[in-house]
Structures are given as structure tokens and as C-alpha cells.
Nanobody, 127 residues
Framework: QVQLVESGGGSVEAGGSLRLSCVVSGYDYSRYSMAWFRQAPGEVHEGVAAMNADGSTAYKDSVKGRFTISRDKAKNTLYLEMNNLKPEDTASYYC?????????????????????WGRGTLVTVSS
């Protein structure tokens, strides 16, 4: 059974940092593309940072230079390092996985088209 379990969310002031983790089990993690999506209250899910299986990465424009996605294949863990957090980063953050690419030159895969996702971890940034 595939499982994606996120942790690391919390409440911080603007300008602060958090590191999210996602432990993956139940499949050959190294062959999957992975990403972090988020959903703010009243909003749809949006892609934040992604790493395709080939190691290429992509970021939402508003987080470029502040967020970094990485993966430790030995630990079956995906990370999202978030620095200089802003109130607009407040959302539930979800770890997702898919056997195909999550982003291409045509754009990102929509949330509904993704294969697996976790239950999310809440990030709250106060001004």
C-alpha cells in the first residue's frame, strides 16, 4: 500500500523558515516524480515545487529563490525547504507522487491527474 506522510508544518512569522518532510513507503520511490502542492483556504490546489524522476525541478514563480525541493532516496524522503515565508504562503501543503512527469514544457499536471498524495501538513505564516 502506497503511503505519503508529511510533517514539518507549523506557525511562523513572516520571514521565517520551515522544512517540510514527506516519507514515502509502499513503492519504488526512486522511479516516481514527486512534488509539493498546496491549498489555501477557499482556493484550489496549486503546484509549488516539483522534481521529476529524471531530477529536473520546477517551481511556482512566487516561491522561486525562497523554496527548495530535494529528495533523499536512501531515506525515501522528499523535502521542501521554505525560507523568507510570507503570509500568502499560508496553506495546507501536500506531498504528491506520480509515475509520469509532474511538469513538462506544456505546464504542470493538475491535482486531479496525480496518482498519489498525502494528507497534508498545515503552514501558517503571520504578518
Amino acid at each position: 500500500q502506497v503511503q505519503l506522510v508529511e510533517s514539518g508544518g507549523g506557525s511562523v512569522e513572516a520571514g521565517g523558515s520551515l522544512r517540510l518532510s514527506c516519507v514515502v513507503s509502499g513503492y519504488d520511490y526512486s522511479r516516481y516524480s514527486m512534488a509539493w502542492f498546496r491549498q489555501a483556504p477557499g482556493e484550489v490546489h496549486e503546484g509549488v515545487a516539483a522534481m521529476n524522476a529524471d531530477g529536473s525541478t520546477a517551481y511556482k514563480d512566487s516561491v522561486k529563490g525562497r523554496f527548495t525541493i530535494s529528495r533523499d532516496k536512501a531515506k525515501n524522503t522528499l523535502y521542501l525547504e521554505m525560507n523568507n515565508l510570507k503570509p500568502e504562503d499560508t496553506a495546507s501543503y501536500y506531498c504528491v507522487a506520480d509515475p509520469g512527469p509532474i511538469f513538462t514544457p506544456m505546464g504542470w499536471v493538475e491535482w486531479a491527474g496525480l496518482d498519489e498524495w498525502g494528507r497534508g501538513t498545515l503552514v501558517t505564516v503571520s504578518s
